[in-house]
């Protein structure tokens, strides 16, 4: 029996008084064991209390300790309020839905598990409660089991068939510390004698009640954790191991984002000492999307990730400017690694004739012979450019200054005397600039902006590209750069290193800080009486620059251009290209990796056709039986570096020996949208010639949940059209509060022009205040208003999509995606017609 309110027709409190004391027995029976159940959840509840208690009483302390109250360093204070801080955060985050589910063990299991099975809650060792995090009481007996320990793969993925110990699972529905729903599955039929009332356990859905009822559950704008309901397919995905390339495929609401995070929670789990030092980057199509998906690492938990898209990926730049996605696709191209490669090696350059240079009057010569040598010592040492100019400089000027000692008849064979010649011929004007000829220093930015202003001198590095497409790059100088900017920016700021400029404020900040450090202990020592003389000021700085800032990683690692991370997860992989790819490879160069994306989502003009080729850029091997050739390993000389996990990167040189492994996993269950929307996107896009890579079977359907509203040949005006528009979200709206509630859910009104349809919406003020955004976060507002590419990843009760043909015309991969994102109803309005493909029948009214 599924013991559960939306599922269990047993559980309906409207029963009339002929049914049958039979059904009085399992009312009384069902109120008998959510009771039990509810003392099993308080009792994890409690522990969690003294456990919250305990790290807020250790971080108040910590902070109240202050600045000079006890012995410890300030660093090591620091790290102690950080350490107590993210304890604290992690377990205020699992407060919802502690407990979820209960395994009962058969004897045997018990057995063989030995000392694994000695929980306090159990049922003599037969029973563990499985929870969003692992709860243990003083005396270190298991309350509630981590969802992540070995253990508990049983809880998702047993089933009659392979039952692995389990002869029950139960999942447990808990609001507010309440306990309000069980739900039973038999595993083991012969195992169990007290089968009576549960449901056997089949090999399809698991916790099929619990996972409808989350399924059905109206949106908030933000996405939920799984924990409670992960099915087996995905769970052997989310433990799979964190080496190397794994690819998680699969269409729309398949979960592909749900198991990407699960799995970087279950790595933290199984691999914390290493993640921890060195944290997860999590990259997203969007900034919209990064929002929608935040807090479901939190509420596992976990608080070591950053989260960017690519254009956010380089500390400091901003890319607000958008660009077409021809250009951006074009950007994206493996051939820039070359091109970007010439483009520095061209502010390297040897003049035809010797260049004369006077230095206080005196006339020097800068010879090409002298260039020439300096040059190639310069890329000897194998640094970026603006830092091999400096040896590139001093070798120069050391020549020089042979020359004004020759002609001023010195002796400059002692050190001082040099010194002093070479600081005047380095400030002279002349020999800066004949110097800066030969080897310019610049700044990524200001290298990037050059190609795309000056037609000419892209011409002469990229002769790869055809003249239409260096028309398409051509921009003026000082225009906004664009996400696609920023993977080339990274790539060049590998080749260029810090300008002088970066550096010296480096060196100021660090001077400063140095200073503040020195004073700072200078104080503690006065104010505590340490030291008896023993220690200095610079000692006691000394020890505390080495404890590190006050930091947490996320933040050191956010703002560190050069961070290596331990696993870094991207969503939405398809839209990357290869530049993309060398960044992020950068950042992970131990490659362990978690791809997630659809090919048939893809956006932009080149579809392509393999997970081997979306990631050829990272250097893997193709899986066996499903991708056909292998990717290629880098071998330009910004190829990522050397592997190495956590911390900043030092290594800079090219990746050699072999290429990692690729995986792929494909997930076919749609768990969002209802059967006949996803019948009717994929008719839709392969009517345009652009099929599912898989075709996915959703776990429920809904009836009318497709509607269409066509105004053509209808010659409609403008205002007609817009009052059609308006109406049709109006009815929408309206019945998504009759089945929800007033004001609940969420609707998205997807659109190729989005601001003006917002524009025509927003003249009811009805529709208006449901537009209204708190924060200016669009996914607060009850009716969001989005083009087909912000709508990436994300999903809505309702949606209504404007001019889907044109959307399909577009980018056909746009329309699927759009299509995809209700969990309820699709209404498709237009003012033209309506894309080919769509099906007929009763499911579908004909348009009005
Ligand atoms: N096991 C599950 N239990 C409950 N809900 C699930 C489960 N798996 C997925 N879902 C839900 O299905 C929806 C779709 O999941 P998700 O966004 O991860 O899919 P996706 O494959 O990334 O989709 P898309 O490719 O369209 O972006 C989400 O609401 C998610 O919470």
């Not at 660009?323 to 520095?344: F, I, N, S």
């Not at 104010?527 to 020890?543: F, I």
């Not at 160069?589 to 990272?618: K, N």
Request: net charge negative; aromatic share 4%; charged share 25%.
């Amino acid at each position: 029996m599924t013991q559960h309110p939306d599922t269990s027709p047993a559980f309906d409190d409207e029963r009339t008084s002929a049914e049958s004391a039979e059904s009085e027995s399992v009312e009384s029976e069902r109120a008998r064991q959510v009771q039990a159940e509810q003392a099993i959840v308080d009792t994890a509840y409690g522990e969690l209390d003294r456990q919250l208690e305990a790290a807020r009483r250790a971080l108040a302390r910590t902070e109240a300790a202050g600045a000079s109250g006890t012995h410890q360093s300030r660093g090591e204070r620091d790290a102690y309020a950080a350490h107590y801080a993210s304890l604290v955060s992690s377990l205020e985050g699992v407060e919802d839905r502690l407990v979820f589910g209960r395994m009962d063990l058969s004897p045997e299991a018990v057995e063989a598990g030995g000392a694994a099975s000695n929980g306090p809650v159990t049922d003599g060792g037969r029973r563990h409660y499985v929870g969003r995090a692992g709860l243990q009481d003083e005396r270190r007996r298991e309350v509630v089991l981590d969802w992540r320990a070995p253990l508990a793969r049983a809880f998702y993925q047993a089933t009659a068939r392979d039952p692995m110990g389990l002869v029950r699972r139960r999942h447990i529905d808990t609001r507010q510390r309440r306990v309000i729903g069980l739900e039973d599955e038999v595993i083991d039929v012969q195992a169990l004698g007290d089968a009576a009332g549960s449901r056997a356990a089949v090999d399809g859905l698991q916790g099929e009640g619990a996972l409808i009822a989350a399924m059905s559950a109206a949106r908030d704008g933000r996405m939920g954790d799984i924990v409670a309901t992960i099915q087996a397919e995905q769970d052997r995905i989310v433990t799979s191991d964190g080496k190397g390339i794994l690819v998680v495929q699969g269409g729309p609401g398949t979960g592909k984002t749900a198991v990407a995070l699960h799995r970087v929670a279950y790595l933290f789990y199984s691999e914390r000492a290493r993640l921890e030092r060195s944290g997860v980057l999590l990259v997203g199509p969007s900034r919209t999307f990064l929002r929608y998906v935040e807090q479901v690492l939190p509420s596992l938990g976990e608080t070591g990730v950053v989260a960017t898209t690519i254009g956010d990926l380089v500390p400091g730049v901003r890319a607000r400017g958008t660009e077409d996605p021809a250009v951006h696709e074009l950007k994206g191209r493996a051939l820039w690694t070359e091109v970007l490669r010439r483009a520095v090696r061209d502010l390297q350059r040897v003049p035809a004739e010797p260049r004369e240079i006077v230095v206080q009057g005196v006339r020097l010569t800068l010879r090409p012979a002298d260039v020439t040598e300096a040059m190639s010592r310069a890329r000897r040492s194998g640094r970026p450019h603006n830092l091999a100019r400096e040896t590139f400089v001093l070798w120069l000027l050391e020549r020089l200054t042979d020359q004004y000692a020759r002609a001023t008849r010195q002796d400059a064979s002692d050190a001082d005397t040099r010194a002093w010649i070479r600081e005047d011929i380095r400030t002279a004007r002349d020999a800066r600039r004949e110097i800066n000829l030969c080897w310019m220093p610049t700044t990524p930015v200001g290298l990037l902006e050059r190609l795309w202003a000056r037609p000419a001198l892209l011409e002469r590095l990229a002769p790869e590209l055809t003249a239409a497409e260096r028309v398409l790059l051509e921009r003026p100088a000082g225009s906004a750069l664009t996400s696609a900017d920023v993977p080339l920016i990274d790539e060049l700021s590998e080749l260029l290193g810090p300008s002088e400029d970066a550096q010296a404020q480096r060196a100021r900040l660090e001077a400063r800080r140095r200073e503040e450090l020195v004073s700072y202990a200078a104080q503690a020592i006065a104010s505590q009486d340490l030291g008896d003389g023993m220690v200095t000021a610079e000692m006691l700085a000394d020890r505390m620059a080495d404890t590190g800032p006050s930091l947490t990683l996320a933040e050191r690692a956010r703002s560190d251009r050069t961070w290596t991370y331990g696993h870094v997860v991207v969503d939405e992989a398809q839209e990357l290209g290869a530049m993309a790819w060398r960044a992020l490879a950068r950042r992970c160069p131990v490659r362990s990796f978690t791809v997630v994306g659809d090919l048939a989502q893809y956006s932009g003009p080149h579809a392509p056709s393999s997970w081997a080729e979306v990631l050829s850029a990272l250097g893997t091997d193709a899986p066996e039986g499903t991708v056909g050739s292998a990717g290629t390993v880098p071998t330009a000389s910004a190829a990522p570096s050397a592997p190495r996990s956590g911390g900043r990167r030092r290594g800079r040189g090219p990746r050699r020996g072999g290429s990692t492994p690729l995986r792929e996993e494909v997930l076919t269950v749609c768990y969002r949208t209802p059967t006949t929307i996803m019948a009717a996107a994929e008719s839709v896009a392969t009517a345009l010639d652009h099929p599912p890579v898989y075709p996915v079977s959703s776990v429920r359907d809904l009836e009318n949940c497709l509607a269409a509203t066509s105004l053509s040949g209808r010659d409609a005006d403008d205002e007609a059209w817009a009052r059609v528009l308006r109406e049709t979200v109006l009815a929408e709206s309206q019945a998504l509060d009759d089945r929800v509630g007033a004001g609940g859910g969420r609707m998205a009104v997807i659109a190729p022009d989005p601001a003006s349809v917002a524009r025509l919406l927003g003249q009811d003020p009805v529709l208006e205040a449901a537009m209204q955004a708190p924060g200016g976060d669009v996914l607060r507002a009850r009716l969001a208003v989005m083009s087909p590419v912000t709508s990436k990843g994300l999903e809505f009760d309702t949606v209504v999509l404007v001019e889907a043909a044109e959307v399909g015309r577009r980018s056909p991969g746009d329309l699927y995606v759009a299509m995809t994102r209700p969990t309820r109803r699709l209404h498709l309005v237009s003012r033209h017609a309506l894309p080919q493909g769509l099906p007929a029948g009763p499911a579908f009214p004909s348009a009005r």
